[in-house]
């Protein structure tokens, strides 16, 4: 067994965090990023997450990955990562288990259509959402609206891709006025771990559900890069396997070997920053977690085959064509008949402006699942169908 070790010099400690936008007593049993973690998994987005889709719509089956599925592969991978590189383990979790939670119902085309008709009224990003959420959205506590996490997950949940350019969403251009989460420097080396595990958990999930659902098959694989080798590599050692073991064969070794190089990578860059403190990886020029450049290489020719053969396959087209649709018809619908609303949040448009409404109508809906989206559209389209 392998024991968690000391936490490196530069990972984030919970007893030095920055605190909180509203202070709270320390807990007796638990650190603060463990909180934090926790307050993630209790919250009612989280759990919506598991009728959100990653790729596919969640009613075309059963064994695809959601949105909840994939934060909680997310998690497993950023822990292991975290725990050979001496990080704080728990503020990786917490961040993995975060990062989706503003996604919108039928993933990157529900966004995209939210985006075209927020465009007048402020915009619509995912990751905007996402400290919506954290900071308001959520009403659980007595004290405070959102979930009041520490400075070190929102930081890291705002930051997990890099620095911010100018000009920001406006979420995050009105939180960063009373909470400076220095927008302008990269994040804490936990959120980098988080955001590479988030890359190794979807690539290697979305060849196993694109298979799944006979976008292409293994043979179609043999030339891919990275792929192709270690399918060779499981076929050679295990010669009569079974494709579905073959399937999760190839793909546990492809993660272990994305997260292998990952460590190796980000031990050397560390190493050469010669970084002692979490602010000091904060203030360098660029990531300290990163594949080698050899193994990036293969990730993108890989990703350039799921791209063409799943993300721009005809079924997924068809199916971002319709979600499109129908989050813009909801929008539309909605905002020119507030009144349609449901009644907390008819109330909330009671006398507002339009883009105050259309930001209610964009929380309503981004905070839809895939089903609840589609029943939604029935009923407010459908004549027929009960309101």
């Known amino acids: 067994m392998t024991l968690p070790a000391p936490l490196a010099p530069y990972a984030s400690r919970p007893e030095e965090s920055r605190g909180r936008l509203y202070p709270e007593p320390d807990a007796a049993f638990r650190s603060a990023f463990q909180r934090d973690r926790d307050r993630i998994i209790h919250s009612t987005a989280f759990r919506r997450l598991q009728y959100k889709t990653q790729v596919f719509v969640v009613h075309e089956g059963d064994h695809y990955r959601t949105r909840l599925t ?21 503020l990786a979790e917490a961040l ?25 009224h402020g915009g619509f990003g995912h990751n905007d959402q996402t400290l919506r959420i954290l900071t308001r959205l959520e009403r659980r506590y007595a004290g405070f609206d959102g979930l ?13 891709n890099g620095p911010l350019a100018t000009p920001l ?38 060849i196993d559900d694109g298979l799944r659902a006979g976008l292409f098959g293994v043979k179609d694989l043999a030339e891919v890069p990275l792929a192709g080798p270690v399918l060779r590599e499981v076929g050679g050692l295990h010669p009569a396997l079974e494709e579905p073991r073959l399937i999760h064969e190839a793909i546990r070794r492809l993660i272990d ?36 450049d050899a193994l990036a290489r293969e990730i993108r020719g890989l990703r ?8 721009r396959h005809y079924r997924v087209n068809r199916m971002a064509s319709k979600a499109r649709r129908i989050v813009q018809e909801l929008f539309r619908l909605l905002l020119a008949e507030p009144e ?13 402006g339009t883009t105050v409404t259309a930001r209610l109508v964009a929380d309503y809906i981004a905070g839809m699942t895939d089903r609840f989206a589609l029943d939604e559209h029935r009923r407010l389209y459908d004549k027929y169908a009960p309101t």
Not at 148 to 160: A, M, S
Request: aromatic fraction near 6%; include cysteine.
């Open 70 to 90: 994939h934060s909680l592969e997310v998690a497993q991978i950023a822990r292991s990562i975290s725990r050979a590189l001496g990080l704080n383990e728990d």
């Open 96 to 120: 993995a288990l975060a990062h989706d939670l503003g996604h919108t119902p039928f993933g990157h085309a529900g966004e995209d259509a939210l985006a075209a008709v927020m465009r007048e």
């Open 148 to 160: 009041n996490l520490t400075w070190e997950t929102l930081e890291g949940t705002v930051k997990h």
């Open 169 to 206: 969403p406006s979420t995050i251009a009105e939180y960063v006025t009373r909470h400076d989460l220095e927008i302008a420097t990269w994040p804490g080396a936990e959120a980098q771990v988080a955001a590479m595990a988030d890359d190794i958990a979807y690539t290697n999930h979305d």
């Open 257 to 292: 070997r994305m997260a292998s190089d990952l460590i190796a990578e980000t031990r050397e860059r560390l190493a050469a920053a010669r970084v002692h403190s979490p602010g000091e990886v904060r203030a360098l020029s660029g990531p300290v977690a990163a594949f080698s």
């Open 304 to 311: 350039a085959f799921l791209f063409e053969r799943m993300y």
């Open 340 to 352: 349609c609303l449901p009644t907390e949040w008819r109330q909330a448009a009671a006398g507002a």
